[in-house]
């Protein structure tokens, strides 16, 4: 059974920086694709940045330079450091697997960020 659980969010100021971290069970790292993904009230859910079993990350724009996904494939943990973090990147964060074109999702982790 695949799990995902996320850990890390909190609220902060403009500026400052976060580490998210995603544990999962019930699969092979080496052989998927992690992602991070936010979704804000009122708005679309949407990728933030993404890494696959061979370590190749792909950014949203608005992160980029900002933001660095990682994995510790031992551990199975993927991490997502927030950097320079700023109000719009508030949201509600959410660890997912691309296990063969299957899906699985954890329940997130509220990020705030004040002005």
């Known amino acids: 059974q695949v799990q995902l659980v996320e850990s890390g969010g909190g609220l902060v100021h403009a500026g400052e920086s976060l580490r998210l971290s995603c544990i999962a069970s019930g699969i092979d790292f080496r052989s998927v694709v992690m992602g991070w993904y936010r979704q804000a009230p009122g708005s679309q859910r949407e990728l933030v940045a993404e890494i696959t079993g061979g370590g190749a990350t792909d950014y949203a724009d608005s992160v980029m330079g900002r933001f660095t996904i990682s994995a510790d494939n031992a551990k199975n943990t993927v991490f997502l450091q927030m950097n320079c973090l700023k109000p719009e990147d508030t949201a509600v964060y959410s660890c997912?697997?691309?296990?063969?074109?299957?899906?699985?999702w954890g329940r997130g982790t509220q990020v705030t960020v004040s002005s």
């Open positions: 997912r697997v691309n296990m063969w074109e299957s899906f699985y």
